[in-house]
């Protein structure tokens, strides 16, 4: 595969990467609750490499080509989505939170994969950007090749949460006011996201 064309991928990636979206807002959210940024990324980036998986083993296109099934997809990530905004707007994440002591790695992990899991639009990201950076002439399996390309996106992925993960941290971890209005805003992202997703399948 053409390192030229792993470098054209990347570049796509790494803007799909930083548009703040549902991952961010989880992944400030995780921030401000202290130790759990790694476990809540590692649960994000476990649901890109599904989405990868899923892609790369031809289920994505079979999936694509019933409506009803899409749809279902679509708003089931739209409720779990509304869910967690909902959450977060009336409990807004507050740095080392009084449900630290009731929280865990797992859970954080669990809906970090829910989050980026059940989100359709990276599914059907994936679905219409992965295949498109293929070679059908090269020596690698076309399977092969999107694995590939979305560990490339996964490494980028990587890198930008942690740092908005981290740097929520270093920056509310001593302005809870701060805090709070960020952790409403998260949530009306995460809402927003689910509305859109949901409008468009109206459409």
Known sequence: ??????????????????????????????????????????GMLSGHFVATLVVAAGVGSLLAGHPLALTLLTLAGCTYLLW?????????????GGDEQQASGSRWALKGFC????????????????????????????????????????????????MVGYGAKAV?????????????VSGLVMIGVAVLLALGQLR
């Open 84 to 96: 967690l905004g909902a959450n977060l707007m009336l409990s807004p994440a507050l740095p080392e």
């Open 115 to 162: 989050v980026s899991g059940l989100n359709p639009k990276v599914f059907l990201l994936f679905l219409a950007l992965l295949p498109q950076f293929t070679d059908p002439q090269s020596a690698w399996p076309v399977g092969l090749q999107i694995l590939l390309l979305g560990l490339v996106h996964l490494a980028s992925s990587l890198v930008i949460y942690l």
């Open 172 to 184: 509310l971890s001593t302005r809870p006011a701060a805090a709070r209005v960020v952790g409403r």
């Open 1 to 42: 595969m053409a390192m030229s064309v792993l470098a054209a991928f990347w570049a796509v990636s790494f803007l799909f990467v930083i548009t703040p979206g549902a991952d961010w807002a989880y992944a400030i959210s995780a921030g401000m609750r202290g130790r759990w940024v790694v476990p809540a990324v590692a």
